[in-house]
């Protein structure tokens, strides 16, 4: 592990561990889903800043830290992917991106889109196992973003939409 990708683990650890937040189905700490996602994208052999952006991918969504912040701290090219795959607060609540989160997230850079696919493939694991109410809504909107992140890692995209079947 690089020291910009333990950095960027420590940070990321320590200011998600300040909110408070726990997963959403397992009640553990939220870190261990941007934990995941570093873990599937260093899978991939991608590059330690992208690495360091899957840690980081949840930062400005669900932190006060902001975009400038995490440019002077870790850089603007891993700032720049982060931002790549935030999504816009209007379409939190669910979890399911709107329409123009489906075409922010289309036009970003393959390493951005390996971010998200990983992503997709931790919640949708979390979501097979433990929703049944709502699951085939909510995969129903996993499989939508799915389809606009072809520029991805092409092992990853398969995996998530197996996981998807």
Same mark, same amino acid.
């Given at each position: 592990?690089?020291?910009?990708?333990?950095?960027?683990?420590?940070?990321a650890t320590s200011?998600?561990? *300040?909110?408070?937040r726990?997963?959403?189905?397992?009640?553990e700490p939220?870190?261990?889903?941007?934990m995941r996602v570093?873990?599937?994208?260093?899978?991939t &052999?991608?590059?330690?800043?992208?690495?360091?952006a *899957?840690?980081?991918?949840d930062?400005?969504e669900d932190?006060?830290?902001?975009?400038?912040?995490?440019?002077?701290?870790?850089g603007a090219?891993?700032?720049?992917?982060v931002?790549?795959?935030?999504?816009?607060?209007?379409?939190?609540a669910?979890?399911?991106?709107g329409?123009v989160?489906? *075409?922010?997230?289309?036009?970003?850079?393959?390493?951005?889109?390996?971010?998200c696919?990983?992503s997709?493939?931790?919640?949708t694991a979390?979501?097979m196992r433990?929703?049944?109410?709502r699951r085939?809504?909510?995969l129903?909107?996993?499989?939508?973003?799915?389809?606009?992140? &072809?520029?991805?890692?092409? &092992?990853?995209y398969?995996?998530?939409?197996?996981?998807?079947?």
């Open positions: 592990m690089t020291d910009l990708v333990k950095r960027a683990a420590i940070f200011i998600h561990a *300040a909110t408070g726990r997963l959403r189905y397992t009640n939220f870190i261990v889903h941007p570093a873990e599937l994208v260093a899978g &052999g991608a590059r330690p800043e992208v690495v360091a *899957a840690w980081l991918h930062v400005l932190t006060p830290v902001t975009l400038g912040e995490l440019s002077t701290i870790f090219d891993v700032a720049s992917l931002d790549m795959v935030t999504m816009s607060p209007h379409c939190l669910d979890d399911l991106p329409p989160d489906h *075409a922010q997230l289309a036009r970003a850079s393959d390493e951005a889109q390996t971010i696919i990983a997709l493939i931790d919640n979390q979501i433990h929703e049944t109410r085939g809504l909510y129903h909107g996993k499989r939508e973003i799915l389809r606009g992140l &072809g520029k991805g890692d092409a &092992g990853l398969i995996m998530a939409a197996m996981a998807m079947d």
